[in-house]
Nanobody, 115 residues
Framework: QVQFVESGGGLVQPGGSLRLSCAAS????????MRWYRQAPGKQRELVAV???????NYVDSVKGRFTISRDNAKKMVYLQMNSVKPEDTAVYYC?????????WGQGTQVTVSS
């Protein structure tokens, strides 16, 4: 059974920082490619960052240089460090993996960037 629980969201001022965490269950976590998605009100869910089992990372252009995805396989955790946040980063953030044809999602954590 693969399950994710996100945490760390909240209200942050523009230019501030926040670290999101995703706690995973599953016997083969270290082999999963993990993703962070976000969904803003009225918009489609958007892929934000990816980290492979080997630690290769990739980011959507809008967050490059500001966000960092990382993982701790021993703790079965994935993180998203968000720096220099902007109001347009406001969204519900979800962690995800895909195993075969099936997507697994957490419940999401709300990030609001506002002064």
């Amino acid at each position: 059974q693969v399950q994710f629980v996100e945490s760390g969201g909240g209200l942050v001022q523009p230019g501030g920082s926040l670290r999101l965490s995703c706690a995973a269950s599953g016997s083969f976590f270290s082999s999963y490619t993990m993703r962070w998605y976000r969904q803003a009100p009225g918009k489609q869910r958007e892929l934000v960052a990816v980290i492979t089992s080997g630690g290769i990372t990739n980011y959507v252009d809008s967050v490059k240089g500001r966000f960092t995805i990382s993982r701790d396989n021993a703790k079965k955790m994935v993180y998203l460090q968000m720096n220099s946040v902007k109001p347009e980063d406001t969204a519900v953030y979800y962690c995800n993996t895909q195993l075969g044809p099936k997507d697994y999602w957490g419940q999401g954590t709300q990030v609001t960037v506002s002064s």
